[in-house]
């Protein structure tokens, strides 16, 4: 029996600092264009919100991983940090200069969600189209 072994998913590590959301913004940019998906602008926006919700909101590093979904073929953007609190969508508020990101990200992705890991913290991921 031949073994079959799933290709590295690409990752990257980052220091919870103001660079970490253009580092990431770079990283997914590369991704798209090894897959020759040329209008990189939702993954480079959505990846951007996530890590700085991270950068904000979690604690330790933040891990970004970026694949493509084998059944459908859409690319997934996923990042971790380790903070225990969760993301949620607020109510609009025209007046607030903040809070607006979840929104805009899932009125442009196909799917999205949260997922905590066993050993303290969560994954966002968010499937794109």
């Known amino acids: 029996m031949a073994a079959s072994f799933a290709p590295e998913i690409p990752t990257l590590v980052l220091e919870p600092?103001?660079?970490?959301?253009?580092?990431?913004?770079?990283f997914v940019g590369a991704r798209f264009a090894g897959w020759g998906i040329a209008d990189d602008h939702v993954g480079r926006l959505v990846v951007s919100e996530l890590v700085t919700?991270?950068?904000?909101?979690?604690?330790?590093?933040?891990?970004?991983r970026v694949y493509r979904d084998e059944?459908?073929?859409?690319?997934?953007?996923?990042?971790?940090?380790?903070?225990?609190?969760?993301?949620a969508v607020r109510s609009e508020d025209r007046g607030a200069e903040a809070g607006r990101g979840?929104?805009?990200?899932?009125?442009?992705?196909?799917?999205?969600g949260v997922r905590p890991l066993n050993e303290g913290g969560k994954i966002i991921w968010a499937a794109l189209y």
Do not use: C, F, M
Not at 17 to 26: K, L, M, Q, Y
Not at 71 to 87: F, Y
């Open 17 to 26: 600092t103001e660079r970490a959301p253009g580092i990431a913004r770079r």
């Open 71 to 87: 059944r459908k073929g859409h690319p997934v953007i996923e990042v971790w940090d380790g903070g225990e609190g969760r993301p």
């Open 102 to 112: 979840l929104v805009l990200l899932a009125a442009t992705v196909r799917a999205w």
């Open 53 to 64: 919700n991270g950068l904000l909101h979690g604690a330790g590093p933040i891990v970004v």
